[in-house]
């Protein structure tokens, strides 16, 4: 299988920059896995399809304000570092602009002179290790100097922070929000629960591997980004319950989905547990948990349509771009939303 099997056409002033006012009045198109008949409707009727007794998967990670400018103690350089995950302590594993002024030793200031790092190594892909020196908590200082790591294909600025979070946000830890969450309001949230549908809560930290590109002709020679995940007794509990009384377990985003299938044993059952999941789903691939997915469109030739295609085929979901891209959808973080059932 060919990573050119998953290019599609799409037209840049299709990639949403801002988000919507209301977060529930996102598109919403309805794919059929089985048929391929696609309907589309407004995100907030995601409620007409969810029925009672299903469960709802959720990622409650937290994104970070993981990027910081800061200048080089000796020369005064501008530098930009952000941060990709936490190895100890004050530790990060980091992506350094222009990583050749920041070699083992360079020291950086940031902001007042708050916050201070030194470089401690180079590692994999030329990211480097950082050592960061504070007073304080620095969470606090980072929530005060840090900017949301915004993807790559979203130059506009975000005017507030909190709409690069999910409204169920908990736990501090990814450099990219769990987009297809970002769709749901409290109020959408209370309709589900009344309605009889179970939420169930997982986390996964997202990293930047999210957005890496596949650089490898064939499929199968891609190496997927690892990520930390964690899953409560409460929520497996719920979603192996909503598997024996016939539910479905439906996942809200591609995150959601990797924890799922990093855990479930073949009968889809879950148990309690945390790790790290570099798991890749493409087609071929026999899901063992989920029954469908709630997610955005994602960008051509990526890991993640790669994913949906497995879900339903490849075949299918070229053939719904298609049509998101003649209805005008917007698309990837801030863009609109499908149901694939």
Not at 16 to 39: F, H, I
Not at 61 to 83: M, Q, S
Not at 234 to 254: D, F, L, M
Request: proline share 4%; aromatic share 10%; hydrophobic share 40%.
């Amino acid at each position: 299988m060919k990573t050119s099997d998953f290019y599609y056409d799409l037209p840049q002033e299709l990639i949403a920059q801002d988000p919507l006012a209301d977060r529930s009045s996102s598109r919403l198109m309805v794919v059929d896995r089985k048929t391929g008949e696609v309907s589309h409707h407004v995100f907030r009727e995601i409620i007409d399809y969810l029925n009672p007794g299903d469960c709802l998967v959720i990622n409650n990670t937290k994104v970070i304000p993981a990027r910081l400018y800061g200048i080089k103690e000796d020369t005064g350089a501008h530098i930009e570092i952000l941060l990709l995950k936490r190895r100890e302590n004050d530790v990060w594993e980091t992506l350094v602009k222009p990583g050749k002024k920041a070699r083992p030793g360079a020291r950086i200031v940031f902001g007042d002179g708050c916050l201070k790092a030194e470089v401690l190594e180079v590692v994999d892909e030329g990211n480097r290790l950082i050592h960061f020196e504070y007073e304080g908590i620095f969470e606090e200082i980072l929530d005060r100097l840090g900017e949301m790591p915004l993807p790559p294909y979203i130059t506009h600025k975000l005017q507030d922070k909190n709409r690069y979070q999910t409204v169920y946000a908990k736990y501090e830890g990814s450099a990219a929000a769990p987009t297809a969450g970002l769709h749901f309001t409290e109020e959408l949230l209370q309709k589900v629960k009344e309605k009889g549908i179970r939420i169930a809560p997982v986390t996964l930290h997202v990293g930047l591997g999210t957005f890496r590109p596949v650089k490898v002709d064939d499929v199968n020679d891609h190496h997927m980004h690892s990520e930390f995940y964690m899953v409560s007794k409460e929520t497996a509990e719920i979603i192996n319950e909503t598997k024996k009384s016939g539910g479905r377990v439906i996942a809200v985003g591609t995150t959601s989905t990797r924890t799922l299938e990093s855990v479930a044993d073949e009968n889809g059952m879950i148990r309690e547990t945390s790790g790290w999941t570099d798991i890749f789903i493409y087609p071929g691939y026999q899901f063992k948990c989920i029954d469908a997915l709630i997610t955005n469109f994602h960008l051509p030739e990526s890991t993640l349509l790669m994913l949906v295609s497995a879900l339903s085929s490849r075949e299918t979901m070229l053939d719904a771009y298609k049509i998101a891209v003649e209805e005008k959808y917007r698309f990837f973080s801030f863009g609109d939303a499908m149901f694939i059932e």
